[in-house]
């Protein structure tokens, strides 16, 4: 995070860094929406479509509206960094916690749901919100 700081202001990489978060996160359903589709005897693409409009389409219009909430509450604790500070962390969050998203994916579509789908849930959610606090630290110092 602080060598992100460091490269200045940069709204296009912000930008690229939630659509790569987002393509993860979407590319990360497959395994559960194929298991689905073969379970109802459906069709892969109309699973796919809703995921494609959800987490491509809407999603980064939802985390613009997070990170403006994060930054507000972040002021209740006398935080002095900007907007752009914390659409950074929560982008580079997001981000630098896709590899717990993909391993979540793949046991969600191959196990199912169940508790080793929750604990690895669990794990990435740990990961997300640690990489996510200490990047809002950063962006305080």
């Not at 993860?24 to 395994?31: H, V």
């Not at 494609?52 to 935080?79: E, N, Q």
């Not at 997300?128 to 950063?138: A, G, H, R, T």
Request: charged content about 15%; overall charge positive; proline content about 3%.
């Amino acid at each position: 995070m602080a060598r992100l700081l460091y490269m200045g202001q940069r709204e296009d990489r912000a930008f690229a860094m939630l659509m790569g978060g987002c393509m993860i996160l979407f590319m990360a359903q497959w395994p559960f929406r194929a298991r689905q589709a073969h379970l109802n005897g459906e069709t892969l693409t109309d699973h796919i479509q809703h995921d494609a409009l959800g987490l491509i389409f809407l999603m980064p219009l939802m985390a613009y509206g997070i990170a403006a909430l994060l930054r507000l509450v972040s002021r209740i604790f006398k935080a002095k960094a900007d907007f752009y500070s914390a659409r950074l962390a929560l982008f580079w969050a997001l981000l630098a916690s896709s590899p717990t998203l993909i391993l979540a994916g793949m046991v969600k579509g191959f196990v199912g749901l169940g508790p080793a789908n929750s604990i690895v849930g669990a794990l990435w959610m740990t990961i997300f919100l640690w990489v996510l606090v200490n990047s809002l630290i950063e962006a305080e110092q």
